[in-house]
């Protein structure tokens, strides 16, 4: 079956050191995307991409960073973690229709001490 | 550019009570529109979608949700709630041919025995 795949589950890093949450899907979606989501601020897209060599900013991308080489991928990259960056991060793939909604990975519990 | 709002923050009912869950959007142009559940320490699963035609969609665990075109609403019913459906649940919009969803901020449902 297809799905969607997020590693780690959780993760504890330290101030200033460089972090990156993978994401895999194997739906063959053109469309990727990454929210965080925090108490009180719903899901937050941070970056999403529309296929391979495309990125976009989201509302909230400062210190963030993404990269699409192939389609099953989406690597996000925290460049310099930050206590602010503590959040559940979610990933989600979708086709170019739109008419299915976004399929989610189970999440990575990101915590920066 | 489209936007989501949940009525309430949060829901508390009794075990076997009925419930809604409010959403009223906001676009200009023809909308997709759906919900989805959140179960604790889980992430988003998509319960029901809008994408045209009967304005009454039912979904998984018993959910419908009906579509109101001149109210600008996408509220959630279910008849008779059990324990298990304690969770989060969010409303999204997407524009026809638009492939990026607005969430909205999520409702908390809480079911009392």
């Known amino acids: 079956d297809a799905e969607i795949t997020q590693s780690p589950r959780h993760k504890i890093t330290e101030t200033g050191r460089q972090v990156t949450l993978a994401c895999h899907q194997t739906?063959?979606?053109?469309?990727m995307f990454w929210y965080r989501q925090d108490l009180g601020h719903g899901l937050r897209l941070i970056h999403y991409?529309?296929?391979?060599?495309?990125?976009n900013k989201g509302e909230v991308s400062d210190g963030y960073s993404v990269s699409r080489s192939n389609t099953e991928d989406l690597p996000l990259t925290l460049e310099s973690a930050a206590s602010s960056q503590t959040s559940v991060y979610f990933c989600?793939?979708?086709?170019?229709?739109?008419?299915?909604?976004?399929?989610f990975g189970s999440g990575t519990r990101l915590t920066v001490v | 550019a489209q936007s989501v709002t949940q009525l309430d923050s949060q829901v508390p009912v009794f075990e076997e009570a009925p419930v809604e869950l409010r959403c009223n959007y906001s676009?200009?142009?023809?909308?997709?529109l759906f919900w989805y559940v959140q179960y604790p320490n889980q992430g988003l699963q998509l319960l029901l979608k809008?994408?045209?035609?009967?304005?009454l969609v039912k979904g998984i665990n018993g959910f419908e949700a009906e579509f109101n075109k001149s109210q600008t609403s996408f509220h959630l019913r279910k008849p008779s709630v059990h324990i298990s459906d304690t969770a989060e649940y969010f409303c999204?919009?997407?524009?026809?041919?638009?492939?990026?969803?607005?969430f909205g901020q999520g409702t908390r449902l809480t079911i009392n025995p």
């Open positions: 809008y994408l045209s035609g009967s304005t």
């Open positions: 739906w063959n979606h053109n469309n």
């Open positions: 676009s200009s142009v023809s909308v997709y």
């Open positions: 999204a919009v997407s524009e026809w041919g638009a492939q990026k969803l607005v």
């Open positions: 991409s529309y296929g391979v060599q495309d990125t």
């Open positions: 989600a793939s979708s086709d170019r229709t739109g008419q299915g909604g976004y399929t």
